[in-house]
């Protein structure tokens, strides 16, 4: 089994920033693709952005230029860097990950979720 736990959520004024981390842990041979994902409410869960096993990186539009996605494949982990925040970015934000675990199986895992509020 595979956990992630995401981490760095918070309140944070307009114009702030804030950094999320992603911790895997279990039964880990390697992961694939990672990806941030928010949900607000009453809308649907989309991607933010992505980062490959080698580091390539897409970003939704809305995020561009604010916001870093970063991974160290050595401690199976992820950030997010979320600079010049605005109240649209208010959203519950879950770490995704495609797992090989140690029977070479992929399987896709889901974070709990953190919440991030901008807000004056």
């Known amino acids: 089994q595979v956990q992630l736990v995401e981490s760095g959520g918070g309140l944070v004024q307009p114009g702030g920033s804030l950094r999320l981390s992603c911790a895997a842990s279990?039964?880990?041979?390697?992961?694939?693709?990672m990806g941030w994902y928010r949900q607000a409410p009453g809308k649907e869960r989309e991607l933010v952005a992505s980062?490959?096993?080698?580091?390539?990186?897409t970003y939704t539009d809305s995020v561009k230029g604010r916001f870093t996605i970063s991974r160290d494949n050595a401690k199976n982990a992820m950030y997010l860097q979320m600079n010049s925040l605005n109240p649209e970015d208010t959203a519950v934000y879950y770490c995704?990950?495609?797992?090989?675990?140690?029977?070479?199986?992929?399987?896709?895992?889901w974070g709990q979720g953190t919440q991030v509020t901008v807000s004056s």
């Open positions: 995704n990950a495609r797992v090989i675990n140690m029977f070479l199986v992929t399987q896709n895992y």
């Open positions: 279990g039964s880990i041979f390697r992961i694939n693709d």
């Open positions: 980062i490959t096993y080698g580091g390539i990186t």
